[in-house]
Structures are given as C-alpha cells and as structure tokens.
C-alpha cells in the first residue's frame, strides 16, 4: 500500500526552478469530474495530440504550452485518479506516470494538480500522496466561479501556507485565473515555505488529515446547488428519467435529419461544383479521370455527412458537459445490471457511438476482468459515426420525409432510431449470453459514480470537440477512404481492352465483385455492393466512396453524386433493409479487430466477436430482405 507520506518527517518538496526548458514535462493530475481536461485544453488550446503511453493502448493527451516568456513546455493530461492506490488500468497508469515508471517517459518536473473547489474537503485527500513524491506542485482549486455563486469561501494564502505549496483559483471552463498557472510555470509565483507534514498510512488517514487542513484555513463549503437537487429528482427518477431520456434520444435523432440537412446539401453542391470545375479545368487524360472519377467521386461522396456527423457529436457533446451523461451512466446500471454489465460500462458503450477504438480504451475503468471483457466484446455493436454516412444514405434514398409523429418524429429519423436500437439490443442481449456462459462470472463489482454538478457547456469547449471530430473524420475521408478510392479505380481500369479501360462490370474490380455475387445474393445485394463489403472491412464508411467511384466510373463521372438514384436502380426496398441491417451488425472495422488484440493480448477473442458478428449480420441481413420481400 502507498503511503500518504513517506517516514521522512520534512517536506522536501523542491521548488521551481525559474525557467523551465523545452524538454520540461508538466503534468495534470487530479479526481474525475474536477475539469482537469478543461483546464488541459484551456492551456494547449489546438496544440495538442492524443497518443498512447509507451507498451499499453491507454490514451494519453498530449499538448503544447506557451510561456510569457515565449518559452513553450510540454502538458501531459494524466487519467483521473482517486488516490495512488491504482484499482484500474488508468489509475495504475497516472500511478505510474507520476513515479516515473514508465518507459520513455520521464518522472514529470512539475505537477499540476487539480481539484474540485466546491468538493475541496475530498479532494485534498489527494493532495498528500501528490506531495510526498516531492516534485514542484501547484494546487489548482477549479471551478471557483461555482464556489462563490453557491456562497462558498476558499482562502489560498490560508491553504498555501497549511501546504507548503501554491495554491490558486481558476474557473477553467471560463478561461479566468489562467495568468496565475502560467506565472507558476514561468517561475514568476512565489512559494511559500515548506512545512513538516504527517506520515499517514492509508486513504481513511488522508482523509481525516485533509479534513484538518481545510478547517483551520478559512475554506466554507458551497450550499448544495438547489436547482442539481431539483433536476436529480426528475432526472434520477425510476419512471420520469427513462422518459426523459429517451426523449433526448429521439431529439437527438430527429435533429440530425432536420437541422443537418441544408448543411449536407450546401457541401453536396459545392464538393459537386468543385468536381465540375477541376472537371473543367483539366484536359481529357488517365490523370484527370483518375481525379474526377476515383478521388474526387470517392471522397467527396463521404464528405457530403460531415455535418450530419458534427451535429451528432454536437449534441453528446452538449449532454456531457452540461452533467446529464453521468445521470443516465446511473439510470442505465439498473437495465446494465440484469445483462451482467455494471454503470461504468455505459460510458464506454456511449463512447462507441463516436467509434469503437476508443471506448474499448476506455474499458480500463472497469475493475473486474470478465465484465471489461464483456464490455469489450458488445461495444462494437453500438452504432459508431461511420455508420452513420451508410445509414443516411440508405435511408435517404428509400424512405420519404414524411412525418410519423407531427413535427416531433419523421420516418427516416425513426428508421435511424431504430438501428441505432437494434445495435443497443444486439449489445445487451450478448452481453447476456456471454456473461451466462464462457464470461460468467459470480461475483460482482460495486459501480459507483461521483455526479457532476450541471454545468452550461462552453462554446470554446464544444468547438474544440467538434474541431478535432473534423479533422479526425476528415483525415480518414482523406487517407483510408482517398487510398481505397485510388486502387479501386485501378482495378476497376483493367485490363485494358483496345487499349481503353475496359466496362467495369469486366474490370478486374468487377470480377472480383462477380465472385462474391453468389454468396451475397440471397441478402439482395449485387456484385457492387459486394465490392463496397469487401472495402468497409478497411473502415465501414469507406463503402460510401467504393459506391461514389464505382457509380462515378459507371456514369464517366456524371453521376458521381447521384448516390440515392443509383441505389435505388440497384437495390430492392428488402435488399436496402438487409444493408442496413448488415451494417449494424458486423464487424468491418480492421482498427477495432487489432485494438481488441492488442487489449487482450490474443486473438481468441478478436477473431470470435469478427465472425460472430458477422455470421449475426448475415442470417440478420437474410432474415430482414426474405420478410420485407413477403411484406411488399
């Protein structure tokens, strides 16, 4: 067990130093939900990266901080921890991190620890096992604007000197009280003398010594937030919060129809128009084909659902800002619970409707190996933003704008909601089968979770989401779906015949398609929807530029966008089910498989959730165009 204190009786915390080179590695340390990651992204602003910590494939944010001075450091945004007791991944990594046991990665030279001020008594507790490891340390109390509004009362000098270290006030989600971090790290804030502190044995010892520091030192507790108690007694309820969420849901999904449509056709008409120009520009030749009917048919027919795509992470944005995400993290352990998942799955599982990798990363919270594993094997079956672009598009091109429940639901939003529930559905009801047999497990971790007061969410913050969700998706239009598109087109221009590219349907590309024919076809689908399966297995949106070139090739780059008509010339109604249904199911993400691989350490079990997903989409997919051909 670590100490909260080593059986040194001084404090031999070091200072400062003055200035702080290139190579100096600052560190932001502190509890969840204490705007750690807000104050990161306040400091770094755009000049930051995500990667992974050496030998592991738990993420670490890494960014770029400029001094007065115009000196620049780096920032590392460490796990949220509790204490140095690591019960989880995450916490064994900032553990670590903080000791300097992790490869290539040195112990830090300045710690930032940040804490709750309107939780400060709980906080501190940290605050001792930090300042044992005797690195220069500024105590951060966040979120003061909400301390002060609600009549609490901290006193930095009082605490600074109860410490022996800074202690400053900022509201992060604000941008007020930055100066006094970075004169800390200019060398420019003075450091109050070091004191002797205790030796304390365990957390309940941490506790009860923070509980004497904040005492003396002037700090008065913030009034319970009296419109957070109101909320929760709605929010929380066992029968008005499943309502209340499930109409977020909804609205959610209606939204993305309604509000993101002008958007999607303005970019239609001007990726369309720009095509048209270069078109134009360039002479007739191999290069410009390759241009107009590989490239550009094939990555702007992707980039027409970014905005579809933002608007949906607009709105998760919004909801875990504001603190809403972590109330519906407790009204979704009741339902998890019966499935063998606990609550802390839900935030993985909500992660993955952004996409897969990461909310396999995030499985790192969960305690108990069985259930991080069963959480691991259902989260690609929630519907993650690349399937997304095939959804819309499919949608689109067989169900009208019609409503079904006034101006509150239309149709395609509620044929969207209804993958989007099979995906869930699909997660739980395996999650059931695997926790009853080859992952049952008997006993059970205990899921607790600290609530966030609610919040309004920051422009700053959600533009910086939605900015990094650009330029992640645009990146993968840009390179996955760019490269696909060209070797696509490649295969599709021969072999040359008279010297002339030959009919596609000839190609080499058309054969290949032609081969998969037989065993597609009871699913409805043809030889082009069969070359689009084979390329999504690269990422599954890449199927919506293989179409946009294929089509564009077909049409002599004409009918580049006309994405819509073309599947309905190709597709029955039962046929345009079963895709859709075989895209909620299967697994054609190779990033997934390999991030499962490399969390688990073998591939039993990437290579079972592969093909049970996909035999799942299959029979799914089968089922769905037999039943709609018998309906119509």
């Known amino acids: 067990m670590l100490h909260c204190q080593s059986d040194t009786t001084k404090s031999a915390i070091k200072s400062l130093p003055k200035a702080l080179n290139p190579d100096s590695l600052v560190v932001l340390v502190g509890p969840p939900n204490s705007g750690k990651s807000t104050l990161f992204n306040r400091l770094t602003g755009l000049n930051q990266k995500v990667a992974n910590y050496p030998g592991v494939t738990v993420e670490k944010k890494i960014g ?23 019960r989880s991944d995450d916490e064994k990594i900032a553990r670590d991190a903080l000791l300097g046991q992790i490869p290539k990665m040195p112990i830090p030279d300045v710690v930032l620890l940040v804490l709750d001020s309107t939780n400060l008594t709980r906080n501190l507790s940290l605050a001792a096992p930090i300042l044992n490891l005797k690195i220069p340390t500024l105590i951060v109390l966040n979120m003061a604007d909400d301390l002060y509004k609600r009549g609490g009362l901290a006193d930095t000098n009082k605490l600074s000197k109860s410490l022996g270290v800074p202690v400053v006030q900022v509201s992060a989600a604000k941008s007020e009280g930055l100066e006094s971090v970075m004169s800390f790290l200019s060398g420019e804030l003075k450091t109050p003398t070091r004191l002797e502190l205790p030796v304390l044995q365990n957390i309940s010892s941490c506790r009860a010594w923070a509980a004497g520091i904040v005492n003396p030192s002037s700090y008065q507790a913030p009034a319970s937030a009296l419109w957070t108690q109101r909320l929760d007694s709605i929010v929380l309820h066992p029968f008005w919060g499943p309502m209340i969420f499930l109409f977020v849901v909804v609205s959610v999904f209606q939204s993305i129809f309604t509000l993101a449509q002008p958007l999607m056709d303005t970019t239609e008409m001007l990726v369309l128009r720009s095509g048209k120009l270069i078109g134009d520009i360039l002479s007739d030749s191999w290069f410009r084909n390759l241009l107009i ?50 609550g802390k799955a839900f935030i993985p599982l909500l992660s993955a409707y952004a996409c897969a990798v990461p909310a396999i990363l995030s499985t790192r919270t969960i305690e108990t190996k069985k259930e991080r594993l069963a959480t691991i094997f259902v989260a690609p079956f929630m519907t993650c933003s690349a399937r997304l672009p095939v959804y819309v598009l499919v949608i689109a091109a067989f169900i009208p704008e019609t409503s079904l429940l006034g101006p509150f639901l239309g149709y395609r939003a509620a044929a969207l909601l209804f993958l989007y529930l099979v995906g869930f559905l699909a997660a739980f009801l395996t999650a059931k089968l695997f926790n009853s047999t080859i992952l049952k497990n008997e006993s059970k971790s205990c899921f607790s979770l600290e609530l966030p007061p609610y919040r309004w969410p920051t422009v700053q913050s959600i533009g910086l989401r939605l900015l990094d ?10 390179v996955m779906i760019l490269m696909v598109s060209i070797a696509l087109w490649f295969l599709a221009s021969i072999p040359l015949i008279d010297g002339e590219a030959p009919q596609i349907a000839d190609s080499l590309a058309g054969r290949i ?15 082009k929807i069969g070359i689009g399966l084979i390329t999504s297995l690269a990422a599954r949106e890449v199927i919506i530029g293989t179409l ?8 002599g780059g004409e009918a580049s966008f006309s994405l819509q008509e073309a599947l309905r010339q190709d597709l029955t109604l039962g046929g345009a089910v079963a895709l859709l249904i075989f895209f909620a199911f299967a697994l054609q993400c190779m990033s997934t498989v390999a991030v499962v691989y490399r969390e688990t350490g073998s591939w039993k079990l990437p290579t079972l959730q592969f093909f049970y997903m996909l035999v799942l989409a299959y029979l799914g997919a089968w089922a769905a165009n037999v039943l709609v051909g018998f309906w119509i």
């Open 64 to 86: 770029k901080a400029n001094l007065d001075s115009g000196q620049q450091i780096t920032l590392v945004d460490l796990p949220g921890i509790y204490s140095l007791e690591a």
């Open 469 to 478: 969700r650009s330029m992640i998706f645009l990146r993968r239009a840009g």
């Open 548 to 555: 946009g070139t294929i089509y564009g090739i077909e049409g």
């Open 513 to 527: 398609g032609h081969i998969l024919e037989p065993v597609i076809e009871p699913l409805g689908f043809n030889w």
């Open 293 to 342: 009917e590989g490239v550009w048919a094939g990555v702007g027919s992707v980039v027409v659902f970014l905005p579809q795509i933002l608007f949906l992470f607009l709105f998760i944005g919004l909801l875990e800002d504001s603190g809403y995400l972590a109330r519906a993290a407790i009204i979704a352990d009741r339902s998890m619970a019966k499935v063998g998942l606990q």
